[in-house]
């Protein structure tokens, strides 16, 4: 379920096969968590953390330990943060954002 922001609530099924509006307050959760995901990006330093899905009142998320920037001497620091120290950022912010989102996890 999501909710639009009216207070009414979507189904999944319903933003499928119902109207625009249903079909485009779904589109606006995800591009919400989008938003959410970005905002604590720079704190992550070389970890990357993509968004996978969306599921009712879940969220799932890949995170990637990545080294690519180590050496880059125009990057000051860089560092792999620990994809549950990642997970636990990324949860807070998107959870803080998107009131309707309970559960944030990482899948492989």
Known sequence: MFLRRDGKSVSVRSAVTGSARDR???GSVRQR???SI???RSSLGTTIVELIGVSGDMVKVR???SG???GDPSI???Y???ASTALM???EQIQEDVPEIKRVIAVE
């Open 24 to 26: 485009a307050e779904v």
């Open 33 to 35: 968590i989008e938003e």
């Open 38 to 40: 970005a905002r604590v």
């Open 63 to 65: 995170i990637v330990q």
């Open 68 to 70: 690519c920037a180590a």
């Open 76 to 78: 000051p620091t860089m």
């Open 80 to 82: 792999s943060m620990p």
């Open 89 to 91: 950022l990324v949860e």
